[in-house]
């Protein structure tokens, strides 16, 4: 019986030792974006972005050497930042990832990885001393439509803006297409897709459009180069009473391109009625940022209630930013006891009127009688 027992304790041991992974039995391990995705492709199709990339991670206490291997189908190619490096003790590297689908290649889907080797020496060469594998999915298609998209400025000039094209697919975001000149020109299969344009690490553009097998398309992103970064309404009161004295407006633009003939209007909204203010005029307004207070009070003076601030930043006749709405309640101290006083009045002089109506019936009653 004892023989049985240690033969199933044995038994056991070794289904658990052999069915430990390579990786969790190493020192260095896979993250990054890379298997997150469904890549999907045509031929003559090639995708090099920053979105897709691996991180390589050394969890040992030495610094170690590692090799990167792609597996992948004939005709395609994974385009690696860097295929051999060392990684000091606990470091990491990350390395970006790009995908080349050749004219000749075969549709179909296909699972493509990286594997990273730990490389170390030995007295007839190499030795593999551990690895890690990340895989993902590729798909090559045989339809295809055409797009092409322009990022345009101010005066619809052509903004050198970094463009980051995704394709939306099973409730993702997988990356399509970058570049950072302002303008992507590319096949891409049918589908629906969501591209981004940035400016100096600010996204300026944004938009979603569907492409179908065998179309040609003209996306435009027009860039907003105008923001108002702050925009407040803050009142201010009297010491003596409380009451509100004025708004404080405080505001700050930020352009990233020179702008012309430049006005700032600020728009109060009360009891159903817009008030309209120029509160900066320039003849010009430089890159950079752009900012001052005004002080508002309304012309027919502070009322209960709640205003609602606006502003608005034009160049040359066109409308460039618009900040959110700001709300400010008003509430004057004694109003309400005054509004009570005089309804109370108002009750008071309402009966007495109808006291004298009553007493007037009466006495023509009376007079009538006699």
């Known amino acids: 019986m004892k023989r049985l027992i240690w033969l199933f304790l044995i038994t056991i041991l070794c ?3 052999w069915s430990v992974p390579v990786q969790a039995g190493s020192n260095i391990a896979i993250s990054g974006s890379f298997y997150r995705y469904h890549f999907k492709m045509l031929p003559g199709e090639s995708l090099i972005t920053p979105d897709v990339y691996i991180v390589v991670f050394n969890q040992d206490v030495e610094a170690i050497r590692v090799k990167l291997i792609p597996q992948i189908p004939p005709g395609v190619t994974i385009r690696l930042s860097q295929t051999e490096f060392e990684i ?6 990350r390395i970006e990832a790009g995908l080349i689908v050749d004219k000749q290649a075969v549709p179909g889907e296909y699972i493509i990885s990286i594997t990273a080797d730990i490389q170390a ?10 690895s890690a594998q990340q895989q993902a999915k590729l798909t090559i298609l045989g339809e295809a439509g055409e797009v092409k998209i322009t990022t345009l400025g101010l005066h619809d000039e052509v903004l050198p803006a970094e463009i980051r094209l995704y394709q939306k697919a099973d409730g993702q975001l997988v990356p399509a297409g970058y570049t950072k000149t302002g303008i992507i020109q ?29 179309e040609k398309k003209e996306v435009i992103l027009k860039a907003q180069l105008v923001f108002i970064e702050t925009f407040a309404a803050v009142p201010n009161y009297y010491e003596k009473n409380q009451e509100i004295a004025f708004a404080k407006i405080p505001y700050a633009v930020k352009t990233f391109q020179s702008l012309k003939e430049v006005k700032a209007i ?3 909204s009360f009891g159903g009625e817009t008030e309209k ?17 005004y002080k508002y009070l309304p012309s027919q003076g502070w009322e209960n209630g709640v205003y609602s601030f606006v502003m608005q930043i034009y160049s040359e006749g066109h409308l460039r930013a618009q900040s959110s709405e700001e709300k400010l309640e008003v509430k004057i101290p004694g109003s309400n006891l005054l509004v009570t006083e005089l309804s ?14 009553l007493m007037r019936r009466k006495k023509k009653k009376e007079v009538s009688r006699q």
Request: charged letters at 15%; zero cysteines; hydrophobic letters at 55%.
């Open 186 to 214: 590319t096949r891409l299969a049918p589908g629906n897709y969501f591209a981004q344009a940035f400016y100096q690490d600010t996204e300026v553009a944004k938009q979603d459009f569907a492409l179908a097998a065998n």
């Open 266 to 268: 600020l728009m109060v």
């Open 277 to 293: 203010m120029e509160i900066v005029s320039l003849p010009a307004l430089e890159v950079g940022v752009f900012d001052g207070n």
């Open 121 to 130: 020496a030995a007295s007839e060469g190499i030795a593999i001393v551990g």
């Open 344 to 357: 109370a009045g108002a009750i008071l002089a309402l009966v007495f009127i109808i006291f004298f109506i």
């Open 88 to 93: 000091p003790a606990k470091g990491e590297k």
């Open 15 to 17: 289904t658990v030792f």
